[in-house]
């Protein structure tokens, strides 16, 4: 079934969220690889640094609360061992030097976050496009970055200053070569709810 807003999962944005977003992009500014489109870094490039960043502790709110919800009330040597041995729970920030081309770890999947950084969008906007012209936004990995992820997960900066989690895709998507650039890309309909990634935390 094609994903719906129901779907979606909407993350709120807090100060500690701004706080560190701002203070991990400035120091990544020095060290980052300037893409083509993503423009200067010395001028507007720290924004979609921080951006970036955003999505990926959207993501590390969801996956917490799910992770402390279940395993926060059994007596720490036995969650421990859960989280650990099992669930391989990691978030990982780099500075310095470039990831390996994804930003989480569950169990044995690695999970990589793509943050829409163009425009603040609605939900509508998402499922209907920029011109409300029926075309969905896409899940989008630019060709020139490292596609090692075994997941992919699309996020959004709503008008409202909250982000949107639409959704996952496993492995790379087709690669469009229409595109200017070409990017490895599909809408957000074909993504999967992330509610069904959940399972790899039980």
């Known amino acids: 079934m094609p994903l719906t807003p129901k779907d979606l999962v909407i993350v709120e944005i807090t100060d500690e969220m701004l706080a560190f977003s701002k203070y991990v992009a400035k120091k990544r500014q020095l060290f ?28 590390l709110e969801f996956i917490f609360n799910h992770l402390e919800k279940k395993y926060s009330n059994i007596k720490s ?6 989280l650990h041995n099992k669930i391989k729970f990691s978030y990982t920030t780099t500075i310095g030097k470039f990831d390996k081309g994804f930003d989480f770890a569950l169990k044995e999947k690695t999970i990589d976050i793509k943050t829409y950084q163009t425009n603040k969008v609605t939900i509508s906007q998402i499922f209907n496009g920029l011109r409300n012209n029926r075309q969905p ?11 090692n992820a075994d997941i992919y997960i699309q996020a959004f900066i709503l008008t409202d200053n909250r982000i949107c989690l639409a959704g996952f ?29 959940l399972i790899l935390s039980d």
């Open 137 to 147: 936004l896409s899940l989008f990995i630019d060709k020139n970055q490292s596609a």
């Open 77 to 82: 040597a036995e969650r421990n061992s859960i």
């Open 32 to 59: 980052e690889f300037e893409r083509k489109s993503y423009g200067n870094y010395d001028t507007r490039g720290i924004d979609k640094i921080k951006i970036g960043i955003l999505g990926e502790l959207a993501f």
């Open 169 to 197: 895709y496993e492995g790379v998507p087709p690669l469009q070569t229409w595109m200017p650039t070409p990017a490895y890309a599909c809408p957000v309909t074909d993504l999967k709810p992330l509610s069904k990634l």
